[in-house]
T-cell receptor, first 115, second 113 residues
């Protein structure tokens, strides 16, 4: 079965610093989702990547999928306290990402940003 | 309007009780899920339903029984609650088409005492 491993498991940074979270898959990825979770809330969709080498940005967050489609990184530029939360990567477990297929998630990265 | 809504948000109950968590989505999606997030924040799928039919059951104890009265609702009933059932339970829904994103509810924090 596919496994997703995130690193680091937790990260504490000073406001204004850049940071990167990695997500590595044991198998070729058919798509890769990034979600953010704040305490006591549900998961908020950030970005989805599908093609090898693809890169997407939203505000100060950039996500990339490597050419081999087995690793993704999430980069935050000039972090702010509002970026704090748990970041999860998720991937469909079958080719084509059929809608009723499950998403497998990494174990999450807990990000703390000190003002 | 909330896309995926779960009730209750918090649930504290004693061991041995039976409880239900309700989930509704107003997105017109065909597929709904239940996920469990443990104390280490690890999110694992429990069930997947597509058009009211069970598609995935990830070796969940049969004390857990999902019920989908229609494709907009997926409720989770838990019998004989155990301490280890304490977790946050998330409902999610997903539309048709390849690689569509899943929308998650706010979660139900279940504490079994």
């Amino acid at each position: 079965s596919q496994e997703l491993e995130q690193s680091p498991q937790s990260l504490i940074v000073q406001e204004g610093k850049n940071l990167t979270i990695n997500c590595t898959s044991s198998k070729t990825l058919y798509g890769l989702y990034w979600y953010k979770q704040k305490y006591g809330e549900g998961l908020i969709f950030l970005m989805m990547l599908q093609k090898g080498g693809e890169e997407k940005s939203h505000e100060k967050i950039t996500a990339k999928l490597d050419e081999k489609k087995q690793q993704s990184s999430l980069h935050i530029t000039a972090s702010q306290p509002s970026h704090a939360g748990i970041y999860l990567c998720g991937a469909p477990t079958n080719a084509g990402g059929t809608s009723y297929g499950k998403l497998t998630f990494g174990q999450g990265t807990i990000l703390t940003v000190h003002p | 309007d909330t896309a995926v809504s779960q009730t209750p948000k918090y649930l504290v109950t004693q061991m041995g009780n039976d409880k239900s968590i309700k989930c509704e989505q107003n997105l017109g999606h065909d597929t709904m899920y239940w996920y469990k997030q443990d104390s280490k924040k690890f999110l694992k799928i429990m069930f997947s339903y597509n058009n009211k039919e069970l598609i995935i059951n990830e070796t969940v104890p049969n004390r857990f029984s999902p019920k989908s009265p229609d494709k907009a609702h997926l409720n989770l009933h838990i019998n004989s609650l155990e301490l280890g059932d304490s977790a946050v339970y998330f409902c999610a829904s997903r539309g048709t088409g390849t690689n569509t994103e899943a929308f998650f509810g706010q979660g139900t924090r279940l504490t079994v005492v």
